[in-house]
């Protein structure tokens, strides 16, 4: 059951590019609460602001004005402090995948709980407990070039929860999927949100925006509709499966 407690909230948050005419206002002050263990989904058209208000709640990116706190604690804005946020505290899944070719799943997994500190024994365990969790146990030691995108993209979400991290946050996580692919994505998020995990995603995708405890519109940098889709209106899987493939 999903808390009450806001574990991120976003106020006033803008973030503008280019000045005079050619000013764009690519967020443009968007107020937004997480609780603990919700998923929200965020869709809109391209180019309305969704994967930049996504950088600025991770750290990615700074705003132009506004602020974030993430388990009540203000945001900094200095490169230490995100650098910090982004290692520890926030997970990251791209349509992208972002995966390092030259190492295996278990060492692309691994990594970030390296970087945070993490023996390597610790980070190991940690990334091989992982991999099981997301069905790739077997391909521990491949390449990303020997896996499919949807094999990529679980690697890269089991690598987004190497450090615990306090919220998740994906964009376009089934971009560059096939419809089969995209299912094990969506068992996959189910499934942690099921375990409690907070998740935001900005997603394109009507399958994985039904699966969310909150349905976002945004356009022009702005929410413009919110849906929340508790009790029988969130999307049961099965049903799911058969909106479609891309």
Known sequence: MTSMR???????LCKTFGSGAALVRAVDGVDLDVA???????????GCGKSTLLHLL?????PSAGAIELAGQPVSDSE???????RTAVGFVFQGFYLMDELSAIENVELPGLLAGRSLSAA?????ELLEQVGL??????????????QRQRVAIARALINRPI?????EPTGNLDSSATVQVLRLFEALHESGQTLVIVTHEQRVAATADRLISMRDGAFVDETRMTGGSRGDLGKLIGLGGE
């Open 6 to 12: 806001p574990v991120l909230r976003a106020s006033g």
């Open 36 to 46: 603990a263990g919700e998923t929200v989904a965020i869709m809109g058209p391209s």
């Open 58 to 62: 991770g750290g990615l990116e700074r």
């Open 80 to 86: 230490r402090a995100l650098a910090h946020l982004r």
């Open 124 to 128: 190991r365990a940690r990334a091989r």
């Open 137 to 150: 146990a077997d391909r521990a030691e491949f390449l990303p070039s020997a896996l499919s995108g949807g």
């Open 167 to 171: 919220i998740v946050l994906a964009d």
